[in-house]
């Protein structure tokens, strides 16, 4: 056994780093208090202590300079012995984990938690960097040739990299995969064969892989029966014979590396990891080590042979080992269980089959007399064993995902979150100093911050803006216990408490609006009022994962059965506990391949969202037969594959995702505090890089997040229609450049469909307008008849509502002003009629504002059901034609429905105003259509225009030169010859340009003012014209007394066509 100085403090509790000077003298050690001690010696009692700053990960030294790697995320040089800072050699964006120097001490290599690796020269702090890691690098080793550089990570992986092309030639998975260096239980600090770096140490599992240099295959492995978990640190003697070994589990082995054989070992007397060893370069005899809490520690006198090293022996049994003294019983129980691996450094005497084909390995065989009493420690016969059976592996579960709370960070850690959420922060301070939690609020106008003493130590907490509710799980001794601090009651005893029914164990806890519920370890989800009162107790069919609230709704998240191998199988329990209605009972909760349950909540709106742990983010879709819809995956925002986000709160409007950035890691640290940021949603669409796709996104996206909207109405809250409204405009506005899209791509079955999910009227007119103007008839035609169509059926829900308010006693006389009974619309229709003489029907049509869309020659069904008006809408039926009855035409292709749906305006320009003439006029307080052929209303257009078209000073300047232009391009057709007479003109001088606006002034004043005595001169020999007509109207009537009726078949309408279109005959 080795001398073993006793263990003394050197730094505080974490990872600590050792390494001698030169001259083997002095020994450097820096650890988590950021200090860097220089012992002289073991026994030195009095050590130098320099600050670096609040932790030190690493040391290097060589000659007259140290180098450290701090939390401050550089590599630090100081003059050796006094401490003095000589300059900053490279910077990294995380802090360096490991670093080490070449033989002459002229390159350093680092490598950081930011995944990079820097190898830099010293003198000039020239740096080249390596970047190939997933996750931060645990360690680095330079090739004493300096030709390979080998490093480890958190990522599962050792590369070996050619340092002068910066390019990985070998890349092998050794080590288990975590987020970040303090969650891995193995450093893996890599070490070269010193002289010429023939091999690679690699520290394994329970052993240490030699690998070989330009194949990278594995040799063979060392290992020793007494490493029970990872070898972390492994360091090569200055002779390079000797090779040391640390463990996670505290041991420390030698192993003789020519004979292949452990010659020493040493357990950490409290089983600590060992973080780091160094050997002394002037003795080989002398190897310093240190622990994870801080201490070092000395082996000296170390045996290097493996011979003699016989164990008494006990009693009659015969045991011959190397060098394990008198650890008897360890031997015996190994031999019993067969676990003793390849190791030259304890022969046991078993039958040859059970060793290894390692030739090198001596047999040591048992004495003679003893055969009896040998096979009762080596075997239970002294036959060789038989070969074992194949065992074939079955179906393996897998492991369930324990409960957790929404928005916390996990129990191990000293300082964590209990609660992150919209309302505010519980956090939870637990080391040796202090157990405590603090409470703060975002809108300090709630509550003001508190400071507890966790004295019942609280491991559980939800926040709400009513309550803060804490729990904790208990023990053997003490039961589970649910306290609430209820700040917003109005009396004094703001606190009650409340203990659970014994093995009945609290494991999530959370606050709805006026209620709070707690599940269990019986899985027995119990509520409670905000006040303490109890009142449901249910129970769910599987041991609970998560549960959250909002107002009055609950949603519960538990294993529903054992999923597919490597997979969680979860199930989900959405209920209102208001009315006990039930929205998901028992449903499968879709996670990704292979993933699990990392945040579930509710919107702020009150939606249900989850995200799992490979970033994917769902919502509650009601609208697609209440299933779960993917809204957006954050991995595509982290920049490395160990960069992760942890969700504090989602919000709908406006579209946001309020998360935490966490570097290497799944979750943040409490200090310094963490700054959320914001990312957006995304509906993973395919092909989102085109213009199409983006569209469609966007629609999707707007409808998915604004369904709240529908789920408040029904749960009887108010709406604002007009938020609503501007809510859902880039839906509308999407749809509309997706139907233009597809119209410009000549898509015409694709832009119906999309005109198919436009819900608003106005918008359809839009689409008609768009298609004609784009020359699109057939497909104007076609959204005309289904605008048509949609307007019935809202015509024919609108009737049928108004039915089913009938039916329930609401008639005519219990209605409120303005909604009348179908059958005294009857009769005022009939009444209206028989007055006014109705023509033949198609004759006219009526609307109650201005035609504003293309007129499709045809005119709209008239129903009845448009006279009745929907009590539960405030605004008139879009589509009431007239309040004037008349019979119902059939539905003609291609009719006009959109003269009702613009707003009023003083004129109205249609796609052919040019070819149609529209006069009004009005009887009562009914405005009257009337149309005529087009001759007719050119001829009229032509009689009572006003004012001529203005003449532009391109119209002179072309009729001045076009006859120019034609000769010198007659092969262009009018189109053609327009744009490039227009080029032309725009071409001309400024002053040019300027005499032919001068003229075309001059040539519009005197037209108007040819126009105005021509209207005179009209409108004289009109007014002379209606005289003589009046004057014989008098003659008439004076020879016969009255004036003569009209007979009944001159209706009022052809007296205002007379009128209008007759000059008054």
């Known amino acids: 056994m080795p001398t073993v100085n006793p263990m003394r403090y050197a730094h505080s509790d974490g990872l600590t780093d050792v390494c001698f000077d030169e001259n083997g003298r002095y020994i450097l050690t820096g650890g988590s208090d950021g200090d860097i001690r220089i012992w002289d010696g073991i026994d030195d009692d009095d050590a130098i202590s320099h600050r670096c700053g609040d932790k030190t990960f690493s040391i290097a030294i060589k000659g007259s300079r140290y180098f450290a790697a701090t939390d401050t995320n550089t590599i630090q040089a100081y003059n050796f012995p006094e401490g003095t800072p000589d300059g900053i050699l490279t910077r990294f964006t995380a802090p360096a984990n490991h670093i080490v120097l070449n033989k002459t001490g002229k390159i350093l290599v680092a490598g950081a938690s930011d995944f990079a690796i820097k190898i830099v020269e010293v003198d000039n702090c020239s740096t080249k960097t390596y970047q190939g890691h997933e996750a931060p690098v645990l360690s680095v080793a330079l090739d004493p040739n300096e030709e390979y550089l080998a490093s480890s990570s958190c990522d599962g992986t050792v590369k070996i990299w050619k340092v002068a092309d910066r390019t990985v030639i070998h890349s092998t998975n050794m080590l288990s995969k975590c987020s970040d260096v303090s969650l891995s239980k193995t450093l893996c600090r890599l070490c070269w064969e010193p002289t010429k770096g023939k091999v690679l140490y690699v520290p394994g599992h329970k052993e240490v892989v030699v690998l070989e240099r330009q194949s990278w295959k594995k040799l063979t492995s060392i290992t020793d029966p007494c490493f029970t978990e990872h070898v972390s640190v492994v360091a090569v003697s200055p002779d390079g ?42 003795n080989n005899m002398q190897l310093v080590f240190c622990d994870n809490q801080g201490q070092l520690g000395q082996l000296t006198d170390i045996s290097t042979s493996v011979e003699n090293k016989d164990v008494e022996p006990s009693g009659d049994k015969t045991v011959e080992a190397g060098v394990f003294d008198d650890d008897d019983d360890f031997l015996v129980a190994a031999a019993e269980d067969g676990n003793i691996s390849e190791d030259d450094g304890v022969k046991i005497a078993k039958p040859k089959a059970i060793f290894s084909d390692d030739d090198s390995m001596p047999e040591f065989p048992v004495k003679p007399g003893n055969e009896d009493d040998a096979s009762s420690v080596t075997s239970e016969k002294s036959e060789p064993p038989r070969p074992e059976p194949r065992v074939i592996e079955g179906f393996r579960p897998t492991p369930l995902q324990r409960p957790f709370q929404s928005g916390s960070t996990p129990e191990h850690l000293t300082s964590r979150f209990m609660i992150w959420n919209a309302v505010g922060i519980i956090r939870q301070y637990n080391s040796e100093e202090e157990n405590s939690i603090d409470i703060e609020f975002h809108d300090t106008s709630i509550h003001h911050a508190m400071h507890l003493i966790n004295g019942s130590n609280f491991t559980i907490a939800d926040l709400s803006m009513e309550a803060a509710l804490l729990a904790t799980e208990g023990d053997s001794d003490t039961p589970s216990k649910l306290t609430c601090m209820h700040f917003s009651s109005w009396d004094n005893n703001k606190e009650w408490s409340v203990t659970m029914p014994e093995e009945e164990v609290v494991q999530c806890v959370t606050l709805g609006e006026g209620w709070l519920a707690v599940a269990t370890s019986q899985r027995n989800v119990r509520l409670f009022s905000v006040a303490g009162v109890q009142k449901e107790v249910f129970t769910i069919p599987g041991p609970v994962v998560c549960m959250c609230g909002h107002t009055s709704q609950l949603l519960i998240i538990y294993h529903r059965g054992m999923g597919v ?26 996670l990704s391949p292979t993933a699990t349950l990392n945040w579930a909540g509710f919107s702020a709106e009150g939606t249900p969202f989850f995200m799992d742990s ?86 999707w996206r707007t409808g998915l997040l604004t369904a709240h909207f529908d789920q408040w109405a029904k749960q009887g809250y108010e709406v604002d229609d007009s938020q609503k409204a501007e809510t859902r405009k880039p839906s509308q506005e999407a749809l509309m450049k997706l139907f233009a899209l597809s119209a410009r791509s000549e898509r015409e079955f694709r832009a119906l469909e999309v005109c198919e999910m436009m ?9 008609i307008k768009y298609s004609s103007r784009m020359r699109y008839m057939q497909l104007a035609q076609r959204i005309s008849e289904m605008a048509v169509r949609k307007a019935e059926e809202e015509q024919a829900k609108a009737y049928a509502q108004s039915q089913t308010e009938d039916d329930y006693g609401t008639g005519s006389a219990g209605r409120s002003s303005g909604v009348r009974s179908y059958g005294n619309e009857a009769e005022r229709e009939e009444e209206e009629a028989t007055q006014d003489g109705v023509e033949e029907e198609g004759d006219m049509e009526t609307e109650a504002d201005q035609p504003s869309g293309p007129l499709l020659e045809t005119k709209i069904r008239e129903d009845r059901s448009e006279k009745v008006n929907n009590p539960f809408q405030a605004r008139s039926n879009p589509f009431k034609v007239s309040s004037t009855p008349s019979q119902s035409p059939s539905v003609t292709k291609g009719t006009q429905i959109f003269d009702g749906l613009a707003k009023k305006k003083e004129k109205s320009v249609g796609l052919f105003s040019q070819d149609t003439k529209l006069k009004t006029t009005k009887k009562g307080s009914q405005q009257k259509l009337l149309l005529k052929k087009k001759a007719d209303t050119k001829a009229d257009k032509t009689e009572t225009k006003a004012t001529p078209k203005n003449t532009t000073p391109f119209d002179l300047w072309l009729e001045d030169h076009g006859a120019c232009l034609r000769e010198e391009h007659a092969d262009l057709d009018e189109e053609e010859f327009s744009k490039k007479a227009a080029e032309q003109f725009r071409l001309l001088p400024r002053d040019e340009k300027q005499i032919w606006l001068t003229k075309s002034k001059e040539a519009n004043t005197k037209s108007k003012e040819n126009v105005s005595a021509d209207g005179d001169n009209k409108k004289r020999k009109r007014d002379e014209e209606d005289d003589s007509v009046v004057e014989k109207k008098l003659r008439d009537s004076g020879e016969g007394g009255n004036l003569a009726k009209k007979p009944l078949g001159h209706t009022a309408n052809s007296k205002l066509s007379g009128f209008a279109f007759g000059g008054g005959s």
């Open 241 to 282: 014979k000797y090779l040391a070994a640390g463990g996670y589990d505290g041991w420390i082995a030698v192993f003789d590396l020519k004979a292949k054989s452990c010659v020493d070992k040493h357990r950490n007397e409290k089983g600590l990891s060992i973080t780091a060893m160094a050997w002394n370069p002037k």
């Open 565 to 590: 191998p490597g997979e969680q199988c979860l199930g989900v329990t959405y209920l209102d506990v208001r009315d006990w209605r039930r929205e998901v009972h028992c449903e499968p909760l879709p």
């Open 614 to 699: 490979t970033g994917i983010i769902r919502m509650f879709n009601r609208a697609a037969g209440k299933s779960w819809t993917q809204i957006a995956n954050t991995r595509t925002h982290a920049k490395g594959k160990s960069d992760h986000y942890w969700i504090v709160s989602m919000h709908e409007n406006p579209q946001q995702i309020r998360c935490i950035p966490c570097k290497g890691s799944r979750y943040p640290a409490t200090l310094p505090r963490p700054a959320p940021v914001v990312l957006p949603f995304q509906v993973p669409l395919c092909e989102l890089n085109t213009e199409k796709s983006q569209y469609e996104e966007l629609l």
């Open 759 to 767: 819900s608003d009227q106005h918008t359809l007119q839009l689409a």
